[in-house]
C-alpha cells in the first residue's frame, strides 16, 4: 500500500469505466474540451501553487541572482530583510538563494523518481494482470510482503547504502516507490480485461501486448493521472524527509529537507526563518499535488 | 393503553390547514407543497395518492418536522388533537414523533439499524419518553412483537434485523411504530417491497391495530386499488398540489379530476404494477419549474389556454376537486 | 469461518517468508555484498574478505541463504559495532519506547478522528464539513517533521512548557526506571506531532464513512421515532460507522512507523524509528538490517491481527 489513504482509495472507489479517445482528443487539439471535462476548482488551485514553485526554483535566479553557497562572515543569522528577504543562515548564506537551489533539486528529484516509480508500477501491475492465474497469484504475494515494508523504512535503508547524490537518490525514490501503484494498475487492469471491447478485441487477434498498450492502458490512464500527483506528493515528501534526516541531499547543496533540518538544529537560538520557509516550501509543494490530485479525482468521480 | 399521555383538549385527530412546504432563499426559493388542507379523524384512515415526485412522503416529513436540510414549512398549520406541531421546539417536537406519531417505511431492512437487536431498537422511545426501565421495555417490546404476529417472539427479541424475512421485518416496523400508543400512524408506501400475500396480512394488521388503539392513520401509496380497499377519505396529489380530495366512496364512484381519472385507469388489472402509469404521458414538473396555471395542463388531454393562468378555484363540497374542465361536466 | 482464518493465517506466514527472503536480497544486492555492508564502504579488501571467511559468505548463495534463516530462528540478528551489544538485545529497550509513542499517537488519533469524523458526516456537504475536509487536507499534506519542528520551536524553546526531546527519567533512558512524570512530560510533544498526520488522514476515512451512514434509512427511522440527534449519533450511526476501524487501523501501520522514524528522529526520541536512523547514519548494517525486518514483521502481525479481530467481532452481526 502507498501509505496515501487518498490513492489508496481511488483503486476502489472507482466505477471502471472506459475514457474513450483520451489521447485523441489531446492530438486532435481540441484541448479545451479535455480541459474542460477535467477542471475543477482544486485542479486549477493545486496546479497553480505548483506552477508557482516550479517559478521560484527555476525562475527564480533570474529575477534574484545570489550564490546560495557564499558564505558570509558578516551577516549572521539575519532576520528577513529587504537586502534578504528570507534572512541568513549560522554561516551568513542567504537563505532565499539557498531556497531556489534547494527547490530545484527537491522538485526534480521527485519529478524524476515518480516517472520511474509510475513505470515500475504500471509494468509490474500490467505484468501480473496479464500473466496466468498461478503467476499473479505469485506477483500479488511478493507485492504484499513488499508492501509490509513501510517504503521510508526501505529507502533509509538503501539510502545507507549508496553514496548520496541526486542521480542515486532518484532512483532509490523510484524504484522503492511503485508497490502500491502495481496493485491499483493490476486491479484496474482485471477490471478492465473482461470488458466486451478487450474480449472483441482479442477475438479479432490482437496481441496481449497491443491489448495492454491501447484498451488497457488508455482506460486507466486518468486513474494513472491521479495516481501519478499522489506519487509526486509522496516523493517530495519522501526526499525531504530523507535530507531532513541527513539521508538525501547532503551539505552543502541545499534542498528544502536539509534547510528544515539546518534550522531545527538552531531552533535553541529561535531563528523562526530557518524553518518556516523550508517547511512551509515543502508542504505548498505536497499539497499542491494532492489538491490537484483530488480534483482531478472528483471530476473522475463525477462530482 | 392510553395511560402515558394524557389526553388533549380540542378535536381527536389530525387537521391540516393551508399547509406549504418551501426550499431555498430570497429569490432562489420554491415550493415544493402548496395549500394542502386536510383531516384524519381518530380512527380514520386518509389514502394520500400521487407518483413519486408528486411531494407525498414530503407531505409526510413536513407533519412529522422532519423536512430534509434547507426545506421548512412556510405556511399553514398541522394539529394533532388540537396541539398546533409547526410551533413546537425542537425537544417538544421529537417527543411528540416519539408518543404521538407512528411511521412505518417502505424497506424495511434498511429502515432497520442493522447492529442493534430488535428488542433494542423497538424499545427506544418506550425508554425515551415513556420513562420505562429495561425490563419494562423489553417486556413491553416482547408484548408488541406478539401483537404484531411475530411467532416465537420470546425467542426472536434478541435477534438482528438481518435474520427476520421482509414480512417479519415490516410486523417489526410497525410494533416499533406502535411502540407509545400513537395517535396518527403515518404508513409510507408499507407493503411496496412485499409479495402481495404478506402485502394483505400486513394491511390487515395495520386495519386491526388501527381499530383496537383508534389511530388516525395516513396510508401513502401510488396503488389507488390499495385504497380503495382500505381507506375512508382519499386525497390525489399532483406536483404538490392536492388536486381532488373527499370521501373515498365519493371519488371512486366519480373522480372529477383527469388526472385521478387518469390513475384510476391505470390500475392493474392483471399488469405488472409498472405499467400502472404507462397511458399519462410524460413526467411531473420539477418544482423549480412550477407554473401559475394547472399544474397538470401539460399533461391533460381536456387542457385550454385557460388552465395555464391561473390555479383552477376549488370545486364541489366535501368531495372536491381544482380543475376548469372537470370529467363529467362542471358542477 | 475456520476457513477464513487458517487461510489469512497462511497467506500472512508466506508473506513473513517472503520478507525475510527480500530483505536477504537486499542485503545481498548491496554493492559489494554484506561484508562491506557491515564494515562499511571503505574496507581493506583483506578485512573483506576475513570477514567472508569468518560469516560463511564464501559458500554458494543458497547455503548462505541456510545461515541467514538459522541466524534468524535463532534470534541471532547480528553483532552493532557501533552499540558494542548484539543485536537482539538492543531491539527490547527501544521497541517498548516506540511502542508506548505510537499507542498514545494512535490513542490520540482514534478519540479525535472519530469526534471529528462523526461532526464531518453529520455536516457533509455543508459549510462545516466542507471546512473539516480542507483542514484534513492541510494537516494531511504538513510533513512530520515540520510539525515536529514548529512544535519545538513554539512549546519547548519559546513558551518552554515541555522539553524538546529526549526521554524522561535519568540521562541513561535504557536502563529505564524512569520517573513517570518526566517520561509523559517527554511524550506529549512527540505523541501530538505523530497524532496529527494519522488524526487527518483517520477522520477523514471515518467522516465518509459517518456520512455515509448518516445517508441511510434507519436513520431517518430513528428520527421519526424522536430519537434526539446526540443519541442517533452515538448509539445509531457511531455503531455502525465504527465497524472497519479495525481493519483501517491495521492499513494504517506503515504509516505509523513512516511517521515514527520522522517524528522519533525530530525529538530525539530513543525508539526503533531513531535507532534506525543512527543507524543508518552511523552505517550500522547488522542493526538496520534487524529493524527493517521487525518493522516488516509486525506490519504483517498488526495487518493478522486487525484481520482476525474484525472476523471475531463481524460474527455477532452481519449484513445479509
Known amino acids: ?303 | 393503553m392510553r395511560a402515558v399521555i394524557p389526553p388533549k383538549p380540542g378535536p381527536a385527530g389530525l387537521q391540516v390547514q393551508d399547509l406549504g412546504v418551501s426550499f431555498g432563499r430570497g429569490r432562489k426559493a420554491f415550493d415544493v407543497i402548496d395549500s394542502l388542507s386536510f383531516q384524519v379523524g381518530a380512527g380514520e384512515t386518509l389514502g394520500l395518492v400521487g407518483e413519486s415526485g408528486s411531494g407525498k412522503s414530503m407531505t409526510a416529513a413536513a407533519l412529522m418536522g422532519l423536512l430534509p436540510w434547507g426545506g421548512r414549512i412556510s405556511a399553514g398549520s398541522v394539529r394533532l388533537d388540537g396541539t398546533e406541531l409547526t410551533q413546537l421546539s425542537a425537544p417538544a417536537l421529537r417527543a411528540v414523533r416519539g408518543r404521538e406519531i407512528g411511521m412505518i417505511f417502505q424497506n424495511p431492512l434498511s429502515s432497520l439499524n442493522p447492529s442493534l437487536t430488535i428488542a433494542q431498537q423497538i424499545a427506544e422511545p418506550y425508554r425515551l419518553y415513556g420513562g420505562a426501565d429495561a425490563q419494562a421495555a423489553r417486556t413491553h417490546a416482547l408484548d408488541l412483537l406478539r401483537e404484531v404476529g411475530v411467532p416465537d417472539a420470546a425467542r426472536r427479541l434478541d435477534d438482528y434485523p438481518h435474520q427476520f424475512s421482509g414480512g417479519m421485518r415490516q410486523r417489526v416496523m410497525i410494533a416499533m411504530a406502535l411502540v407509545c400508543h400513537p395517535r396518527l400512524l403515518i404508513a409510507d408506501e408499507p407493503t411496496t417491497a412485499l409479495d402481495v400475500i404478506t402485502q394483505a396480512q400486513i394491511l390487515r394488521l395495520i386495519r386491526r391495530l388501527q381499530k383496537a388503539l383508534g389511530m388516525a392513520v395516513i396510508f401513502i401509496t401510488h396503488d389507488l386499488s390499495l385504497v380503495a380497499e382500505h381507506a375512508d377519505s382519499v386525497m390525489v396529489l399532483y406536483a404538490g398540489r392536492a388536486v381532488e380530495q373527499g370521501p373515498a366512496e365519493a371519488f371512486f364512484r366519480a373522480p372529477r379530476h383527469p388526472y385521478s381519472q387518469a390513475l384510476l385507469h391505470a390500475i392493474p388489472r392483471l399488469a405488472k404494477p409498472e405499467e400502472r402509469l404507462s397511458d399519462i404521458d410524460g413526467l411531473p414538473p420539477r418544482p423549480q419549474e412550477f407554473s401559475k396555471g394547472c399544474r397538470f395542463a401539460p399533461r391533460c388531454p381536456a387542457v385550454t389556454p385557460e388552465c395555464l393562468n391561473a390555479y383552477p378555484q376549488r370545486q364541489g363540497g366535501a368531495h372536491h376537486f381544482y380543475c376548469m374542465h372537470p370529467v363529467g361536466g362542471s358542477a | 469461518m475456520k476457513r477464513m482464518i487458517l487461510n489469512r493465517l497462511g497467506t500472512s506466514a508466506l508473506s513473513l517468508f517472503l520478507l525475510v527472503t527480500i530483505v536477504f536480497f537486499m542485503i545481498h544486492a548491496t554493492p559489494g555484498g554484506p561484508a562491506y555492508s557491515i564494515l562499511g564502504l571503505h574496507a581493506t579488501p583483506q578485512a573483506v574478505a576475513a570477514l567472508d571467511r569468518q560469516m560463511g559468505l564464501d559458500h554458494p548463495v543458497w547455503q548462505q541463504y541456510g545461515i541467514w534463516w538459522e541466524h534468524l530462528l535463532e534470534g541471532n540478528l547480528g553483532y552493532s559495532f557501533t552499540q558494542h551489544a548484539p543485536v537482539a538485545s538492543l531491539m527490547g529497550a527501544y521497541l517498548k519506547n516506540s511502542i508506548l509513542l505510537y499507542a498514545l499517537a494512535t490513542a490520540i488519533a482514534i478519540v479525535f478522528s472519530v469526534i471529528i469524523g462523526m461532526w464531518q458526516g453529520y455536516w457533509a456537504e455543508r459549510t462545516p464539513g466542507l471546512v473539516i475536509g480542507g483542514l484534513q487536507m492541510i494537516v494531511y499534506s504538513l510533513p512530520v517533521f515540520f510539525i515536529g519542528t514548529l512544535l519545538i520551536l513554539f512549546f519547548a524553546i519559546d513558551l518552554n512548557w515541555f522539553p524538546p526531546g529526549g526521554i524522561g527519567g535519568d540521562e541513561h533512558w535504557q536502563s529505564g526506571g524512569a520517573h513517570i512524570g518526566s517520561y509523559i512530560q517527554h511524550m506529549i510533544l512527540p505523541g501530538v506531532t505523530l497524532a496529527l498526520p494519522l488524526t487527518a488522514g483517520l477522520s477523514r476515512y471515518f467522516g465518509h464513512q459517518a456520512r455515509d451512514e448518516y445517508r441511510l434509512d434507519y436513520v431517518r427511522t430513528a428520527r421519526a421515532r424522536g430519537v434526539p440527534p446526540f443519541r442517533i449519533a452515538v448509539n445509531h450511526v457511531l455503531r455502525n460507522a465504527i465497524r472497519p476501524l479495525v481493519t483501517v487501523i491495521g492499513m494504517m501501520i506503515p504509516a505509523i512507523f513512516v511517521g515514527g522514524v520522522l517524528t522519533e528522529s525530530v525529538f530525539n526520541y530513543p525508539g526503533l524509528g531513531w535507532l534506525l536512523w543512527r543507524s543508518a547514519l552511523e552505517q550500522d548494517y547488522p542493526t538496520l538490517t534487524a529493524i527493517v525486518l521487525l518493522i516488516g514483521i509486525l506490519t504483517i502481525l498488526g495487518n493478522l491481527g486487525a484481520d482476525l479481530l474484525n472476523s471475531i467481532l463481524d460474527v455477532r452481526v452481519r449484513y445479509e
Open chain 1, 1 to 303: 500500500m502507498s501509505s496515501h489513504p487518498t490513492g489508496m482509495a481511488v483503486n476502489t472507489r472507482l466505477v471502471a469505466r472506459p475514457v474513450p479517445g483520451l489521447f485523441t482528443r489531446l492530438w486532435t487539439g481540441s484541448l479545451s474540451h479535455w480541459v474542460g471535462q477535467y477542471s475543477h476548482p482544486m485542479t486549477w488551485t493545486g496546479l497553480t501553487i505548483f506552477v508557482l514553485l516550479l517559478l521560484f526554483s527555476w525562475g527564480g535566479p533570474w529575477v534574484y541572482p545570489a550564490d546560495p553557497l557564499a558564505i558570509h562572515a558578516n551577516h549572521i543569522l539575519l532576520a528577513p530583510s529587504w537586502r534578504f528577504p528570507l534572512g541568513t543562515d549560522n554561516l551568513g548564506r542567504n537563505m532565499l538563494a539557498r531556497m531556489m537551489a534547494g527547490g530545484r533539486v527537491t522538485l526534480e528529484v521527485g519529478l524524476l523518481g515518480s516517472f520511474i516509480a509510475l513505470f515500475m508500477g504500471v509494468l509490474y501491475g500490467m505484468s501480473a494482470a496479464l500473466s496466468p492465474r498461478w503467476l499473479d497469484k505469485v506477483l500479488m504475494r511478493l507485492l504484499d510482503a513488499l508492501l509490509a515494508l513501510p517504503g521510508l523504512v526501505l529507502m533509509i535503508f538503501f539510502a545507507a547504502l549508496v553514496p548520496l547524490n541526486a542521480l542515486s537518490l532518484v532512483l532509490v525514490l523510484g524504484f522503492l516507490s511503485w508497490p502500491g501503484l502495481a496493485r491499483i494498475v493490476r486491479n484496474e487492469a482485471l477490471a478492465y480485461k473482461e470488458r466486451d471491447y478487450v474480449l472483441a478485441a482479442r477475438q479479432f487477434g490482437a496481441g496481449t501486448f497491443y491489448i495492454a498498450r491501447t484498451h488497457l492502458m488508455r482506460s486507466m490512464l486518468p486513474i494513472l493521472i491521479v495516481n501519478a500527483t499522489f506519487m509526486v506528493a509522496d516523493l517530495i515528501l519522501a526526499l525531504s524527509g530523507l535530507s531532513f534526516l541527513g539521508l538525501g541531499i547532503q551539505p552543502p547543496h541545499p534542498s528544502w529537507g536539509g534547510l528544515l533540518n539546518d534550522g531545527l538544529q538552531l531552533v535553541i537560538i529561535g531563528p523562526w526563518w530557518l524553518i518556516v520557509f523550508p517547511g512551509l516550501a515543502i508542504f505548498l509543494a505536497i499539497v499542491a499535488m494532492n489538491v490537484l490530485g483530488q480534483g482531478l479525482l472528483a471530476r473522475l468521480e463525477g462530482r
